[in-house]
């Protein structure tokens, strides 16, 4: 089994930044792509970044990029999302997941989620 556990979510003005981490322990010898999705009050869950086991192959769903950024530390068990530039549409749970296969953009494929950071961004 593997457990994943989020922190960093808060409240932040429009423009303003947040760093995200999330914590793999357990079987993290299992896991390969790791990501990030979020999921606003009556919306669907929607995919934000994930990144590979070596770190070296990211992707990013086209509304956040070039304002966040996804990272691994060199173990590969801390999963970090820096969100800059934020806007009131980016408030949602951010959730973290993981899977033992190649990056998805959908929610299905992944085997593990956390518990989910909320995000509020106030305009």
């Known amino acids: 089994q593997v457990q994943l556990v989020e922190s960093g979510g808060g409240l932040v003005q429009a423009g303003g930044s947040l760093r995200l981490s999330c914590a793999a322990s357990?079987?993290?010898?299992?896991?390969?792509?790791m990501a990030w999705f979020r999921q606003a009050p009556g919306k669907e869950r929607e995919f934000v970044a994930a990144?590979?086991?070596?770190?070296?192959?990211?992707n990013y769903a086209d509304s956040v990029k070039g304002r966040f950024t996804v990272s691994r530390d060199n173990a590969g068990n801390t999963v970090y999302l820096q969100l800059n530039s934020l806007k009131p549409e980016d408030t949602a749970v951010y959730y973290c997941?993981?899977?033992?296969?190649?990056?998805?953009?959908?929610?299905?494929?992944?085997?593990?989620w956390g518990q989910g950071t909320q995000v509020t961004v106030s305009s």
């Open positions: 997941a993981a899977r033992q296969f190649t990056i998805s953009q959908t929610p299905a494929p992944y085997n593990y």
């Open positions: 357990g079987r993290t010898r299992s896991l390969a792509t």
């Open positions: 990144i590979s086991p070596s770190g070296g192959r990211t």
